[in-house]
């Protein structure tokens, strides 16, 4: 395990909750808070909390993590790479929504994906905090609802730029397949209820852009803050979809804070 800080971001929300993403963290837990869209492709916003662990074990580079609602395992014991399975709780859309035509669409049901994590780090041997990340991600949804495929692809970099404060900028891209991309953002006769929303068949590609900036403060040996805001831009079909184009806004923001406590 690294002997340098760890660096702790909120990021973005893929899922309905707050995501908080950790580089070089050993043993930690806590609790982030933010505000959300809606629903993806909303223009009304909401509040999300979000509990957190991590362990690593001692001596390795092996660690267990829930972020939220994710889970992942990183089975390397590895500090140049990362790999493991994940497990996602994936939040749907009911009708408790603030827009009044999409709240009266069929709901979505809540349902769980599995797949896979990798991370390539390079790090500054002179300064640990300094770190450049290459990672991505695969989605499969078992929970029979869209049976869809997701994959992200990002890039991390943390630069402490005070003795007390890392600074992190991370930039993505998600991709979905067309079942994925159609069971969100498409309307047709079984799921346009009764909201009169014109009908719309969304199919896949590259369909979200984000980038995010975040700072870390080290209050103490023990106690870490962070706050964070992320900017995402929905593209492709669905940002076509009256989910989005008519009812909602393709301009996503996240925004959030996090406290956390470091074991040692």
């Not at 492709?41 to 001692?58: H, L, M, Q």
């Not at 003795?163 to 992190?168: N, R, T």
């Not at 953002?185 to 896949?204: E, H």
Request: with cysteine; aromatic share 14%.
């Amino acid at each position: 395990m690294s002997d340098g800080h760890p660096s702790l971001s909120i990021g973005p929300c893929k899922t309905g909750f707050i995501e908080l993403d950790f580089e070089n963290m050993p043993t930690v837990f806590g609790l982030g808070v933010g505000t959300l869209p809606d629903y993806v492709g909303s223009d009304d916003y909401t509040v999300g909390v979000a509990p957190f662990f991590r362990y690593t074990f001692k001596g390795q580079e092996r660690y267990i993590q829930l972020i939220a609602n994710e889970f992942t395992v990183n089975i390397l014991n590895n500090d140049k790479f990362r790999f493991g399975p994940l497990f996602n709780y994936r939040f749907g859309r009911d009708d408790d929504v603030d827009d009044e035509l999409v709240s009266r669409m069929e709901e979505i049901e809540d349902t769980v994906e599995a797949g896979a994590f990798a991370d390539i780090l390079w790090v500054n041997a002179s300064e640990k905090r300094q770190r450049f990340i290459l990672g991505a991600r695969i989605y499969q949804d078992i929970g029979d609802e869209s049976d869809g495929f997701r994959a992200n692809l990002n890039a991390r970099y943390w630069y402490p730029i005070a003795k007390p404060v890392d600074l992190g900028i991370t930039a993505g891209v998600f991709y979905q397949d067309d079942d994925y991309s159609n069971h969100y953002f498409g309307v047709n006769a079984k799921n346009v209820g009764t909201s009169g929303l014109p009908f719309f068949t969304a199919d896949g590609g590259f369909n979200e852009y984000y980038a995010m900036v975040g700072l870390n403060v080290y209050l103490s040996k023990n106690w870490l803050l962070s706050c964070g805001i992320r900017g995402s831009i929905i593209s492709g079909d669905p940002a076509d979809s009256p989910l989005v184009d008519q009812q909602g806004d393709s301009t996503q923001w996240v925004g959030g804070i996090g406290i956390g406590y470091i074991m040692r």
